[in-house]
DNA sequence: ACTGGTTCCTGCGAGC
DNA sequence: TGCTCGCAGGAACCAG
């Protein structure tokens, strides 16, 4: 499920492949999931950037293309065209020199073509928090907003209070600082931990791809798995031990969501 | 302004 | 082997 290390590493592989190339055509046949594709027609694709876990290319004449991959949305590239369509391919990309194609087998992600930055109606890419791997994640207001919580866990996941943390980087992050995932009220230096945890896990997520649980779910443009779920601590590891202490970890649902932890790293406030 | 629940969608793995 | 069934979850959307 692509959150921000998946997003990213997908960004830096397409950025050689689509940045400077001209859109000759964009196959699909859901207008209302892919939304104003045609206006990409004829128009140079200037950068590809990330907000969270969102991507967005840079189209000539002040337009962007949002693309969001939610749970199983995902690019293949090839170096020669393709022999048949990548499996679930919902959308393909046609350039001067090649093409792209974009799967999703659940079908949750969404595409759309609008007036640069005009994303009002998408709220929680207004309201997006600050990058977590760059400078403005900064400390102070990151502590301000989580000595306020009710529940630390859901308040990463709303993308508030940082930028592209998902469930199994909200899992990860909160185990790599000891704080449970039901926490309030954040102290300074339970905050401070939470704020240094999400530098690390995202970090070494991005530099080995991201994570990929299963076949059918996130792959790198190439193909090839990510390859961080290795150093999964806590993340699909009910059952098993806790690498700090031993513990077994569990899981429960908080807020619909699996959530994993370690009952004595993480102790329940 | 918040919180909490529902919805979208479908492949897959577990269980029988 | 083949069937059913529940699980996976980001975020838009809606109700309270």
Same mark, same amino acid.
């Given at each position: 499920?692509?959150?921000?290390?998946?997003?990213?590493?997908?960004?830096?592989?397409?950025?050689?492949?689509?940045?400077?190339?001209?859109?000759?055509?964009?196959?699909?046949?859901?207008?209302?999931?892919?939304?104003?594709?045609?206006?990409?027609?004829?128009?140079?694709?200037?950068?590809?950037?990330? =907000?969270?876990?969102? @991507?967005? #290319?840079? $189209?000539? *004449? /002040?337009?962007?293309?949002? &693309?969001?991959?939610?749970?199983? %949305?995902?690019?293949?590239?090839?170096?020669?065209?393709?022999?048949?369509?990548? =499996?679930?391919?919902? @959308?393909? #990309?046609? $350039?001067? *020199? /090649?093409?792209?194609?974009? &799967?999703?087998?659940?079908?949750? %992600?969404?595409?759309?073509?609008?007036?640069?930055?005009?994303?009002?109606?998408?709220?929680?890419?207004?309201?997006?928090?600050?990058?977590?791997?760059?400078?403005?994640?900064?400390?102070?207001?990151?502590?301000?907003?989580?000595?306020?919580?009710?529940?630390?866990?859901?308040?990463?996941?709303?993308?508030?209070?940082?930028?592209?943390?998902?469930?199994?980087?909200?899992?990860?992050?909160?185990?790599?600082?000891?704080?449970?995932?039901?926490?309030?009220?954040?102290?300074?230096?339970?905050?401070?931990?939470?704020?240094?945890?999400?530098?690390?896990?995202?970090?070494?997520?991005?530099?080995?791809?991201?994570?990929?649980?299963?076949?059918?779910?996130?792959?790198?443009?190439?193909?090839?798995?990510?390859?961080?779920?290795?150093?999964?601590?806590?993340?699909?590891?009910?059952?098993?031990?806790?690498?700090?202490?031993?513990?077994?970890?569990?899981?429960?649902?908080?807020?619909?969501?699996?959530?994993?932890?370690?009952?004595?790293?993480?102790?329940?406030?």
């Amino acid at each position: 499920m692509p959150e921000l290390p998946e997003v990213e590493t997908t960004r830096r592989m397409l950025e050689p492949v689509l940045v400077g190339r001209v859109v000759r055509d964009v196959i699909h046949t859901d207008p209302e999931r892919y939304r104003n594709t045609t206006a990409m027609l004829g128009k140079q694709i200037r950068a590809i950037e990330r =907000r969270g876990k969102y @991507l967005i #290319l840079r $189209l000539d *004449d /002040g337009l962007d293309c949002i &693309v969001h991959l939610k749970m199983t %949305g995902g690019f293949r590239t090839t170096e020669l065209p393709f022999l048949e369509p990548p =499996r679930f391919e919902r @959308l393909r #990309l046609v $350039l001067h *020199d /090649g093409e792209v194609s974009y &799967v999703d087998s659940r079908r949750f %992600g969404f595409w759309e073509v609008l007036p640069r930055n005009e994303w009002a109606h998408l709220g929680t890419l207004a309201k997006m928090g600050p990058e977590p791997l760059e400078d403005e994640f900064a400390l102070e207001p990151f502590q301000a907003a989580m000595a306020k919580v009710s529940k630390v866990k859901p308040a990463l996941l709303s993308q508030k209070p940082v930028a592209g943390v998902g469930n199994i980087y909200a899992d990860e992050s909160l185990w790599h600082a000891q704080i449970h995932p039901e926490a309030s009220k954040l102290s300074a230096a339970q905050s401070k931990r939470l704020h240094t945890a999400i530098r690390e896990v995202m970090t070494r997520a991005v530099a080995v791809g991201g994570s990929t649980l299963s076949d059918n779910s996130y792959q790198q443009p190439n193909g090839e798995p990510g390859y961080f779920k290795l150093q999964h601590a806590v993340y699909d590891r009910a059952g098993q031990p806790c690498p700090r202490c031993g513990s077994t970890i569990e899981k429960y649902f908080l807020a619909q969501r699996g959530t994993h932890f370690c009952p004595r790293c993480q102790p329940k406030p």
